[in-house]
């Protein structure tokens, strides 16, 4: 007789979810479903809204990722403003935006995936977790709170507090950086260095350990999508979409954001509130492709500072040219991590940081924009369409977790074919598929909005608790 396995909730991940593992009569693995179990409804409830308000409003879809829907959506302000942004404001947003890559990947890295990877996937449940984390390397528990602390710390001198800053706005930010602020976060730059470099250390010896779950967890082919800079380089707040094979090949290059829906398409299932992005081109389901860290780094010729850019060399030369392999996010956020700080460094000696230029006044010149920032978790879209008088008529939100959900669906799979063997299930098998999971690190908060129609079901009863009548769609 066929089984089903349901692991519910998924732990250690942002938001609501559950994995079914559905076996054959001979207990093998048949198939493997990811399942997105909660909604939110950002997309529709933005509409008739101003567009001044939508980096607030959208901001608030996350308490992890509030920065970058603030980066997004100001840039679709700035498109429907149609204005430049002074180089001041533009170099504050990435300033913020790189302070967001890093204490997000700090949390991912040392918090939710750190108990698997330091403690062991088949360590004791009650223990593998930040407690027991805390527990077993202390000083490593507190280098990634205090890493995390670092990146946070910098939003809130850019933007005035840690979580939903009220900050960017269209046509650039609210207010610059001060001198202390630019010395309180000079200070603190090193020990995040030290601390970022001695956790890529750490993973490279990991990788000897989990030799079957670096060939198994998310290891196939597919497509990446990310930003780069005019020369290639990698680019996390401006530059153009690039598309990559699993060889290597770009297949769309230097395309710009308002023409994502050329490459783009959207698909749903009954079976989970988080739609199914995937490459036009090659349709649903064949054009599967992957966002965030991994694909970043597939995607650029180089990084474009000095220590991550030999991290990355020697990255490709362990995962290949192009890296295949979910399990190597967590290499790749970390790698990241080091070159964002780099980024900062070199920020904060730019002398234009002081300008006091930092907003572009003007009404409404364009009734549709498209703003795309690269998110922790990959590339993020902010699609408004607005009337006369600048009103919201329409959104649509591209959500780097959303993109990555076909190669999610495919990963639990691929686990579970790899490690899950009925009738007896033994726990550290199903965090393995958990696990596979928390390598994309997903924010599902951030990811299901208005596409499709909600079920819902309503039951009648009477005052002495009879039904009278039930009604669902």
């Not at 190597?328 to 234009?352: F, M, N, Q, S």
Request: contains cysteine; neutral net charge.
């Amino acid at each position: 007789m066929s089984q089903r396995i349901v692991i519910d909730p998924v732990t250690r991940i942002e938001g609501h979810a559950k994995i079914s593992i559905y076996l054959d009569d001979a207990g093998e693995v048949s198939d493997a479903r990811f399942h997105v179990t909660e909604f939110r409804g950002f997309e529709r409830f933005c509409e008739g809204r101003p567009f001044w308000e939508m980096p607030a409003i959208t901001a608030r879809i996350c308490g992890i990722c509030p920065v970058s829907h603030l980066m997004a959506s100001a840039k679709a302000g700035d498109g429907i403003l149609a204005v430049d942004i002074p180089p001041a404001a533009d170099k504050l947003r990435r300033l913020m935006n790189l302070a967001q890559i890093v204490q997000s990947h700090a949390l991912s890295f040392f918090h939710l995936s750190g108990p698997d990877l330091l403690l062991g996937f088949d360590s004791d449940p009650a223990t593998r977790n930040v407690f027991g984390l805390i527990a077993a390397n202390p000083d490593l528990a507190r280098g990634g709170i205090r890493l995390r602390q670092f990146g946070q710390e910098i939003i809130e001198h850019l933007g005035g507090r840690k979580i939903h800053p009220a900050w960017s706005v269209p046509g650039g930010v609210r207010s610059g950086l001060s001198d202390e602020s630019r010395m309180a976060i000079r200070l603190k730059l090193p020990e995040a260095l030290s601390t970022a470099r001695g956790a890529i250390g750490l993973f490279k010896k990991m990788l000897d350990q989990y030799p079957g779950e670096a060939a198994s967890f998310g290891a196939f082919d597919s497509l990446f999508l990310g930003l780069v800079a005019d020369d290639g380089s990698w680019e996390h707040y401006g530059g153009k979409l690039r598309v990559v094979d699993s060889s290597g090949a770009v297949l769309e290059d230097h395309v710009d954001a308002a023409r994502y829906a050329e490459i783009i398409g959207e698909a749903v299932e009954p079976w989970s509130y988080l739609k199914f992005p995937y490459y036009k081109p090659r349709g649903y389901p064949d054009g599967m492709y992957r966002v965030g860290p991994l694909a970043r780094i597939n995607v650029c010729r180089s990084f474009g500072t000095p220590q991550a850019d030999d991290e990355l060399i020697e990255l490709r030369q362990r995962g290949g040219q192009t890296i295949k392999a979910s399990f190597l996010y967590h290499y790749a956020r970390l790698v990241e991590i080091l070159g964002a700080l780099e980024r900062i460094a070199r920020l904060l000696d730019d002398p234009e940081l002081s300008s006091k230029r930092l907003r572009a006044d003007a009404g409404v010149n364009r009734l549709e924009s498209v703003g795309v920032s690269e998110a922790p978790r990959g590339t993020l879209f902010h699609h408004y369409k607005v009337d006369e008088h600048g009103l919201i008529t329409s959104v649509n939100l591209i959500i780097a977790t959303g993109q990555n959900n076909l190669a999610m669906n495919r990963t639990v799979a691929q686990i579970a074919r790899r490690f899950v063997r009925g009738p007896k299930i033994a726990e550290g098998m199903l965090n393995r598929v958990e696990a596979g999971i928390r390598a994309f690190d997903p924010c599902l908060s951030c990811s299901t909005h208005a596409a499709g129609q909600m079920p819902l079901e309503v039951s009648l009863f009477d005052a002495g608790g009879a039904l009278l009548d039930t009604v669902a769609r």
